[in-house]
């Protein structure tokens, strides 16, 4: 084992990071939101176009991911086509993946970073053996006016990944980029503010995020909140509403909320106790969660896991997808939205599944659908 290889793997060891396993992605997965706005603030945003003319062409040809990472080794911006980027959801290689080495252990992209040098990790060097049938070479890109590291460019796939001739491309790639931020700074030397946005100075610290209350009603029939104040059980009529109100964030009418919760008389008279009701739980949750009236909507951000299986399928992440998907949603609701919901979550899985998963993904997604089938 080279050195620079062992050295890393004792870095690895050292943080009892295990060599046959990940940790499930959507155990610390960015929102959406999250992860748009980390794109959109960070030095690189303006960076992607010139990767795509200098690296991501010739590397679609050769059957290559190229990938850029912030400076915490967080996958950014993913390019690839859909053959590649099948196979490679199954090492969790996606946007928003965390490809340090203190998550991963070595690998290309975490441990430039860490040596803060260009590096060929191939096949076996990875410590986890998830990425074993993959090769990588990473560069990181430093601020042209500090020095410090702004991010890594990581190309991932076979042995054409570590070639001879791939590192000093990448490093190539990694001056051009490094001039253009350059150039960026001298044609905005008379705005201040962008070039401390882009250059040096971090831009300012944005307000602390409230810790997300999250809904979890994917594979049981009373939901569970989750926030900083710890679990919540909640019953399965209010597990219904508190689903649709997620889903709908618009609102919906007194009248609406009550069709697509039931089709019996006095609906909506039910509908305002049931409401009393759930307004008391919600107290007990930390942020408390307000609903408005008129029409009934959440006051308060509340992360349906429903939601976040989608949002993975729509960035081609079908192994998160599959890892958060615990079961239908409510399976035993018979509310006529909860069965539209589970019925759209179903259909949509099912779909991906069938045009970019991989054999073995299909395979673990079997049992889902069977059970689909009987219901």
Not at 79 to 86: A, G
Not at 204 to 222: F, I, K, N, S, T
Not at 310 to 319: D, M, N, Q, V
Not at 332 to 350: D, K, M, N, Y
Request: proline residues 7%; charged residues 25%; neutral net charge.
């Amino acid at each position: 084992m080279r050195k620079l290889v062992q050295e890393s793997w004792q870095r690895s060891l050292a943080l009892s990071l295990d060599p046959l396993r990940l940790v499930p992605e959507h155990e610390h997965e960015l929102s959406s939101d999250e992860r748009r706005e980390l794109r959109d603030r960070h030095p690189l945003a303006a960076v992607p176009p010139v990767v795509h003319n200098l690296l991501i062409r010739h590397a679609f040809h050769s059957g290559l991911i190229v990938a850029i990472g912030d400076e915490f080794g967080r996958l950014l911006w993913i390019d690839r086509d859909r053959t590649v980027r099948s196979k490679a959801e199954g090492m969790l290689f996606v946007r928003g993946s965390d490809w340090s080495e203190r998550r991963v252990g070595t690998s290309a992209p975490g441990t430039a970073l860490a040596l803060d040098h260009g590096i060929q990790i191939q096949r076996a060097e990875h410590f986890n053996q998830l990425a074993h049938p993959w090769s990588c070479t990473a560069v990181p890109i430093h601020d042209p006016h500090s020095g410090s590291i702004l991010g890594v460019i990581d190309i991932t796939g076979g042995d054409e990944a570590v070639a001879p001739q791939t590192l000093p491309l990448v490093e190539a790639a990694v001056a051009a980029l490094e001039a253009e931020l350059r150039i960026q700074r001298l044609s905005v030397a008379a705005d201040p503010p962008t070039v401390a946005r882009f250059f040096g100075s971090p831009p300012p610290a944005a307000p602390a995020r409230p810790c997300p209350v999250r809904l979890a009603v994917l594979g049981r029939d009373h939901g569970r909140l989750d926030s900083a104040g710890g679990p919540v059980e909640i019953s399965p009529r209010h597990a219904e509403i508190l689903t649709l109100l997620a889903w709908n964030r618009d609102g919906l009418s007194a009248d609406r909320l009550s069709l697509l919760l039931t089709d019996q008389t006095n609906a909506v008279d039910n509908l305002r106790a049931e409401m009393v009701r759930l307004r008391g739980v919600l107290e007990q949750t930390s942020p408390r969660i307000g609903i408005a009236s008129r029409p009934y909507r959440l006051e308060t951000s509340v992360e349906l896991d429903a939601q976040r299986v989608l949002a993975s399928l729509e960035r081609g992440a079908h192994r998160v997808a599959l890892g958060a998907y615990r079961g239908p949603v409510l399976p035993s609701s018979t509310a006529p939205g909860i069965v539209q919901i589970r019925a759209e979550i179903s259909a949509r899985l099912w779909q991906a599944m069938l045009s970019d998963a991989s054999a073995e993904l299909l395979l673990e997604y079997a049992p889902h659908r069977r059970g689909h089938l009987r219901r």
